[in-house]
């Protein structure tokens, strides 16, 4: 009985690895959580993290947009973004409160922002609101981009513009955000 005992675990054991490798196989090598290739967004989508939920990351003929913000390491951060592309950081520096050509004033304005039309939606509601955009952008992000820091949560830009603008209705406050986001697109779309 008692040589039976090892050979019976072995056996077990070469059973539970066959169980797992077939689930081992369908996640491809280098995957991600959930069997995602790096990169990929919750969805599974291969949009570029320059274009958030205002854009669509593709150009006319369905290909990523990697002036969008792509390369072969992965999404690049909005600052890095905005450095490689002039005609919008020209374009933004005033809206934003920064001296045309100071693009450090512009990343630092930018830094926080998960991608680059977070951003560009965030500078154009500031500025068809005239609310200060360190103000806007400390009630968006939260805590660690006011100044001084607090301990603030962020919200969503809607939830934002209420909170700094509580005498416009729902209604406004979705017309707002829809207007900056038509606004992003067109200038992410023509630089």
């Not at 491809?28 to 989508?45: D, E, I, V």
């Not at 934002?160 to 200038?187: C, M, R």
Request: proline share 7%.
């Amino acid at each position: 009985m008692k040589k039976k005992l090892p050979g019976c675990l072995s056996i077990a054991a070469a059973g539970l690895w066959l169980i797992a490798l077939p689930a081992a196989a369908q996640k491809p090598s280098g995957a991600g959580q959930g069997g995602r290739p790096p990169g990929a967004g919750a969805s599974g989508s291969h949009e570029p993290m320059g274009m958030g939920s205002t854009m669509s990351g593709k150009t006319n003929n369905g290909h990523s947009n990697t002036k969008a913000g792509t390369s072969a390491m992965g999404p690049k951060a909005p600052g890095d973004l905005l450095a490689q592309n002039k005609q919008l950081s020209s374009k933004l520096e005033p809206l934003a409160g920064c001296a045309t050509g100071d693009l450090t004033c512009l990343q630092t304005a930018a830094m926080g922002y998960k991608n680059l039309g977070r951003f560009v939606s965030a500078v154009h509601v500031s500025n068809n609101l005239d609310i200060p955009f360190a103000q806007l952008k400390c009630t968006e992000l939260g805590g660690q981009f006011c100044t001084p820091p607090t301990t603030a949560s962020g919200m969503s830009l809607g939830q934002a513009i209420h909170t700094i603008k509580p005498t416009l209705s729902s209604t406004d406050v979705k017309n707002e955000t829809s207007k900056a986001s038509k606004q992003t697109h067109g200038d992410m779309s023509k630089s």
